[in-house]
């Protein structure tokens, strides 16, 4: 369990384990836990609305072994030159910015927060009239939504799945004693999971396999998502029918510069052997420690890497492997599963994660399935894109220019009254979003360089299961907590505000 709480901490996304998966895990791993060094997501902190409090930098230091002379005439230099602020400076007159535009009377605050972005805050229970506008700004322009446009696609996936879809990987034996191994998708085949079921393919007798054939025709070959781009980082994985551990690879580099496994669950396949060597830290004293790497290369080696874990996994279990793994196109149609693995979670767990955590890979091969569901494989993004523009059409809702299902690709556009109603449909699920610390607040974020967006519920004290819905879109130039300054605002006016003063 420890060391899958570390690799998905690592990439911004941590569930926890069900009672059978961390009991196979268990078997397999050794006691210790995995610390993996990787910067988290903005999109994976808490949100907090008090004023921001300033950032802790690290000052540049003048090297204590300057000579005086040098010292010197650097500082005559230095005085001929006006003096740079340090980025703290700047973020705390940034913070201090922000303080001033919240504390101007409503609605000039909102206003000279947003400029141009967009701000809409909505009241569903007002009433037999249907929704009411409590206050709109810029609220039909179109704007990169980045991640709360996970919203949608949760919504949708509730719906056309169903909370209680499930996630499965098909293992069968042929006539050749090759195994064969079917992905559909599952967005969270992580390495404990695969333990568990390789576990159970050894109690069900397997000794010995010849090559391992990957069956990937569920999904488009060869998937490459608009906004993808070809970074080590997480957030830019492949998609694809088998997947595992998010297409990274997770890894060690010990003190004496080896690589070496994470945990018993996670081997040194070849490939990640490859990638380890390919991407070690130039700062060689900083080499030692935990590393997640995204598989940037091409989604077949992301397949190939899902083979070879499986491959090592199996000899792990004492399953022998006489050939290679080889993509083995489309499974015959008379070789019938041995063990039909489904993953320990369902549609509406996973979806707790992928809200808290804005986990792209795992929203997108969600949005890829409804579209193979509803309409046959192969999952395509114009099948999952129809899915979703269907499921808002039965709604009544008006359809946004959607790329893909994540907020990944800057090409997707919304309004903030768009989002709205997506808000109005995703209501009675808002709990599966993020809660902010006091449970007030439930939302979604999305981050991106120059873009910075928030939609989600303000529930009121005296009525809670009638919440606010609010959407803020920020696009261009804006001091770093513009939007969290923005919801505070409009809490206070909206929640907070009435509540004192009812209780008066």
Same mark, same amino acid.
């Given at each position: 369990?420890? =060391?899958?709480?570390?690799?998905?901490?690592?990439?911004?996304?941590? #569930?926890?384990?069900?009672?059978?998966?961390?009991g196979?895990?268990? +078997?397999?791993?050794?006691?210790?836990?995995m610390v993996?060094?990787?910067r988290?997501?903005?999109?994976?902190?808490t949100?907090?609305?008090?004023?921001?409090?300033?950032?802790l930098?690290?000052?540049?230091?003048? =090297?204590?072994?300057?000579?005086?002379? +040098?010292?010197?005439?650097?500082?005559?230099?230095?005085?001929?030159?006006?003096?740079?602020?340090?980025?703290?400076?700047?973020?705390?007159?940034?913070?201090?910015?922000?303080?001033?535009?919240?504390?101007?009377?409503?609605?000039?605050?909102?206003?000279?927060l947003?400029?141009?972005?967009?701000?809409?805050?909505?009241?569903?229970?007002?009433?037999?009239?249907?929704?009411?506008?409590?206050?709109?700004?810029?609220?039909?322009?179109?704007?990169?939504?980045?991640?709360?446009?996970?919203?949608?696609?949760?919504?949708?996936?509730?719906?056309?799945?169903?909370?209680?879809?499930?996630?499965?990987?098909?293992?069968?034996?042929?006539?050749?004693?090759?195994?064969?191994v079917?992905?559909?998708?599952?967005?969270?085949? *992580?390495?404990?999971?695969?333990?568990? =079921?390789?576990?159970?393919?050894?109690?069900?007798?397997?000794?010995?396999?010849?090559?391992?054939?990957?069956?990937?025709?569920? #999904?488009?070959?060869?998937?490459?998502?608009?906004?993808?781009t070809?970074?080590?980082?997480?957030?830019?994985?492949?998609?694809? =029918?088998?997947? *595992?551990?998010?297409?990274t690879?997770?890894?060690?580099?010990?003190?004496?510069?080896r690589? *070496?496994?994470?945990?018993?669950?996670?081997?040194?396949?070849?490939?990640?052997?490859?990638l380890?060597?390919?991407?070690?830290?130039?700062? +060689?004293?900083?080499?030692?420690?935990?590393?997640?790497?995204?598989?940037?290369?091409?989604?077949?080696?992301?397949?190939?890497?899902?083979?070879?874990?499986?491959?090592?996994?199996?000899?792990?279990?004492?399953?022998?492997?006489n050939?290679?793994?080889?993509?083995?196109?489309?499974?015959?149609?008379?070789?019938?599963?041995?063990?039909?693995?489904?993953?320990?979670?369902?549609?509406?767990?996973?979806?707790?994660?992928?809200?808290?955590?804005?986990n792209?890979?795992?929203?997108?091969?969600i949005?890829l399935?409804?579209?193979?569901?509803?309409?046959?494989?192969?999952?395509?993004?114009?099948?999952?894109?129809?899915a979703?523009?269907?499921?808002?059409e039965?709604?009544?809702?008006?359809?946004?220019?959607?790329?893909?299902?994540?907020?990944?690709?800057?090409?997707?556009?919304?309004?903030?009254?768009?989002?709205?109603?997506?808000?109005?449909?995703?209501?009675?699920?808002?709990?599966?979003?993020?809660?902010?610390?006091?449970?007030?607040?439930?939302? +979604?974020?999305?981050?991106?360089?120059?873009?910075?967006?928030?939609?989600g519920?303000?529930?009121?004290p005296?009525?809670?299961?009638?919440?606010?819905?609010?959407?803020?879109?920020?696009?261009?130039?804006y001091?770093?907590?513009?939007?969290?300054?923005?919801?505070?605002?409009?809490?206070?006016?909206?929640?907070?505000?009435?509540?004192?003063?009812?209780?008066?």
């Amino acid at each position: 369990m420890a =060391a899958l709480l570390a690799c998905l901490l690592a990439l911004g996304t941590n #569930f926890p384990l069900t009672a059978e998966a961390a009991g196979s895990a268990k +078997k397999a791993t050794e006691p210790g836990a995995m610390v993996c060094p990787v910067r988290p997501s903005p999109e994976a902190g808490t949100l907090a609305l008090a004023p921001a409090a300033g950032y802790l930098l690290a000052a540049n230091e003048t =090297a204590a072994n300057k000579a005086p002379a +040098k010292k010197a005439k650097a500082k005559k230099a230095q005085a001929k030159k006006p003096a740079k602020k340090s980025k703290s400076g700047k973020r705390n007159q940034a913070a201090s910015r922000l303080d001033r535009l919240s504390k101007l009377p409503w609605p000039e605050n909102v206003t000279s927060l947003a400029g141009t972005g967009a701000v809409l805050v909505m009241d569903n229970h007002a009433g037999p009239k249907g929704p009411k506008e409590l206050y709109a700004l810029n609220a039909d322009k179109l704007y990169v939504p980045a991640s709360v446009l996970k919203l949608m696609t949760a919504a949708a996936a509730l719906d056309i799945l169903g909370p209680g879809f499930e996630f499965a990987t098909d293992f069968a034996l042929d006539d050749d004693g090759n195994l064969w191994v079917v992905g559909r998708g599952d967005p969270f085949l *992580v390495s404990e999971e695969l333990c568990l =079921a390789i576990e159970k393919l050894a109690k069900l007798g397997l000794k010995e396999v010849n090559d391992i054939k990957l069956d990937t025709s569920y #999904f488009e070959p060869d998937l490459v998502l608009d906004g993808n781009t070809f970074t080590k980082n997480p957030y830019d994985a492949y998609n694809g =029918a088998l997947g *595992v551990n998010f297409n990274t690879v997770s890894y060690l580099i010990d003190k004496g510069g080896r690589v *070496v496994e994470s945990d018993k669950c996670t081997p040194i396949t070849p490939i990640a052997l490859e990638l380890a060597q390919n991407n070690k830290p130039k700062n +060689k004293k900083a080499r030692s420690g935990s590393y997640r790497l995204n598989i940037s290369e091409s989604p077949r080696m992301a397949e190939l890497q899902a083979g070879q874990t499986i491959k090592a996994l199996l000899e792990k279990y004492g399953v022998k492997v006489n050939g290679q793994v080889v993509n083995g196109g489309t499974i015959p149609a008379a070789v019938t599963p041995l063990y039909t693995h489904v993953n320990t979670r369902n549609l509406e767990q996973t979806l707790v994660g992928v809200l808290e955590h804005s986990n792209n890979y795992m929203t997108n091969q969600i949005f890829l399935i409804m579209g193979a569901e509803l309409y046959g494989p192969p999952a395509t993004m114009e099948k999952g894109r129809q899915a979703v523009y269907d499921y808002l059409e039965r709604q009544g809702l008006s359809k946004p220019n959607l790329v893909e299902g994540s907020g990944l690709s800057r090409n997707n556009q919304v309004t903030a009254r768009q989002m709205s109603e997506v808000l109005s449909v995703f209501e009675p699920n808002l709990r599966l979003a993020k809660a902010n610390g006091d449970g007030s607040v439930y939302y +979604k974020t999305g981050t991106m360089s120059d873009i910075q967006t928030l939609a989600g519920y303000m529930l009121r004290p005296d009525r809670p299961d009638e919440p606010l819905w609010f959407v803020i879109l920020l696009n261009g130039a804006y001091d770093p907590g513009t939007r969290e300054k923005i919801l505070a605002v409009l809490k206070a006016h909206f929640i907070d505000e009435p509540a004192q003063s009812a209780g008066s």
